[in-house]
């Protein structure tokens, strides 16, 4: 559903919504275009035109250079160039920012007891480092880090781990996701998803979400009906 137009509040149920699960890059947080300039670096250090650059967000460094290292006939591990990438991506850290209106919308969540949990493909050193960045480390009840699941997105196996941790079922839980997979796998988990648009993905590419919002005001206004997306059209 687009919310371009404003939420259509007669599609919305009575269900107790007890937790919301938020990603971290590209969603809290607009930092894909800093891994985009890590990946260039080390593609230009292979000799390799940035032109070349397939990175696609929300699966994982290691998946990226895997795609890459096929496609591009590269001679070093996923797991070699991921940490290249990962220690360029550090050194810029200080470009990274917690989007506008997403804590207001976090803090609104506390006040009506509803849980924040962040769950993220992004291992747990580096996501940490981020939280400090941006002030967010004691935002989330819970948190999940790529490096406590086997599967990345599109699998939905950070959800449910989410899930789990926080002793929720999917159906009392919303999802917010900027990216394709991970619309996907939020939808896998069997939680209702909430797609933020960006620049990096259609609306096209996000359609199998429940609701797509233009920002975290939008979706704040959303929350503030004190229902949740149960009943929309899936």
């Known amino acids: 559903m687009d919310g371009s137009d404003g939420p259509n509040l007669a599609l919305f149920a009575s269900l107790t919504m007890k937790a919301v699960i938020f990603d971290l890059d590209g969603t809290l947080i607009n930092n894909e275009w800093v891994y985009d300039q890590a990946y260039c670096v080390v593609l230009k250090s292979l000799d390799i035109s940035c032109e070349q650059l397939n990175h696609t967000p929300g699966i994982g460094l290691e998946e990226n250079w895997k795609r890459m290292i096929r496609d591009l006939n590269i001679n070093q591990t996923s797991a070699e160039l991921a940490k290249k990438t990962r220690d360029i991506y550090l050194q810029n850290i200080s470009a990274i920012k917690l989007r506008d209106g997403a804590r207001e919308l976090i803090f609104h969540l506390k006040r009506r007891q509803t849980l924040t949990i962040l769950a993220t493909s992004t291992t747990r050193e580096v996501a940490t480092q981020v939280l400090h960045q941006i002030d967010a480390e004691n935002l989330f009840d819970f948190t999940v880090f790529g490096d406590e699941v086997e599967h990345k997105k599109p699998a939905p196996d950070i959800f449910l781990k989410a899930m789990d941790k926080s002793e929720i079922l999917p159906r009392e ?18 939680a209702k998803v909430i797609a933020l648009k960006t ?14 919002a233009d920002n975290f005001d939008q979706i704040l206004k959303l929350i503030k009906t004190e229902k949740t997306l149960d009943h929309l059209p899936v």
């Open 199 to 212: 620049d990096w993905y259609t609306r096209d590419q996000l359609a199998r979400a429940d609701f797509i």
């Open 173 to 190: 839980a919303i999802v917010i996701e900027d990216s394709a997979a991970g619309v996907e796998a939020g939808k896998e988990a069997g």
